[in-house]
């Protein structure tokens, strides 16, 4: 009973921890607003406010989160030679120590096609989209996305520290002041499942940090097919006499394949006739 009183002061404090940060969060964003409004009011017209000595207060160059951007480019371009266009393109990623995700070849009568899917460091994302632009003979369609997730990092980088401070404390009372099975298996419980917690938005934290490392390109090239000159019909009149008589002796084939699987039924109707006028005067009498 005592450990359960614990645990129930340890919950509640991590509650009432995570209420005063996002308390803080709003004092911090609606003061301006209240101080904003508050000089609108007291100096309308052309009465100038009166100017403050004391300067805002600096965050520290250690607390200033950079912002974590994912960014993706997809585009499509005509090219001259897409082969060594393609081989030029993985060598341009490799030298910036990027890779080739997935490569799609696409063969038509009318042109050569291939998809390509680029992952490239961010910092040289700009360089290599350029370079890739300047090979084309005409670009069809160009777009360049950016989602900004440096709120959910900042966010679930908050989250795991809390989570993690309170699994803490958990293990120490399952070292310290349980004593009981029951108070035990209760202990573990909780520490099972603020690990299950911690584990996920570690793999969340890790995924934003290796997307915004290495930014996307996704390319389609495609290279345009001399069209070939139709042949007069006189160079095809050969041809089309030999599939005729193909086309005839098929059929004559298949005709004599079909009457000699039926030939009992022939031969029966073949006797039938011969024996008719037999047949006939006995069915009579």
């Known amino acids: 009973m005592y450990l359960r009183n614990i645990l129930f002061i340890v919950a509640l404090s991590a509650s009432l921890l995570a209420c005063s940060q996002e308390g803080a969060n709003y004092d911090s964003q609606s003061a301006p607003s209240e101080m ?3 000089d609108a009011k007291s100096y309308e017209g052309d009465q100038e406010p009166p100017r403050t ?17 994912l960014r993706t480019a997809e585009c499509r371009m005509e090219v001259v030679d897409i082969n060594q266009r393609v081989k030029a393109i993985e060598r341009l990623v490799e030298q910036k120590a990027g ?6 070849w696409q063969h038509y009568s009318y042109q050569e096609q291939v998809s390509l899917s680029l992952r490239v460091p961010a910092q040289d994302f700009q360089w290599v989209l350029d370079s890739i632009m300047k090979m084309a003979v005409e670009v069809n369609y160009q777009q360049v996305t950016t989602q900004d997730v440096t709120e959910e990092y900042i966010d679930v980088k908050s989250r795991l520290k809390t989570k993690k401070a309170v699994r803490d404390r958990y293990e120490e009372i399952l070292r310290t002041k349980a004593k009981t099975v029951e108070e035990i298996l209760l202990a573990e419980e909780q520490i099972r499942r603020l ?3 911690i584990e ?3 793999g969340r934290l890790r995924y934003l940090t290796q997307r915004s490392a290495m930014s ?11 069209e070939q000159a139709a042949s007069p019909w006189w160079s095809r009149f050969g041809d089309d006499i030999g599939d005729s008589l193909s086309f005839s002796v098929s059929i004559i084939k298949n005709l004599f394949l079909g009457i000699l699987s039926i030939w009992p039924l022939l031969l029966l109707l073949g006797v039938l006739i011969w024996r008719r006028k037999a047949i006939w005067n ?4």
């Open 200 to 202: 996920a938005q570690e």
């Open 195 to 197: 690990q299950e917690e």
């Open 99 to 104: 890779y080739l995700g997935d490569l799609n």
């Open 53 to 69: 000595s004391q300067a805002p207060p600096l965050t520290p160059p250690s607390e200033i989160q950079e912002r974590v951007l």
């Open 216 to 226: 996307t390109i996704q390319l389609e090239l495609y290279e345009q097919k001399e």
């Open 36 to 38: 904003e409004e508050y």
């Open 282 to 285: 006995r069915l009579r009498r």
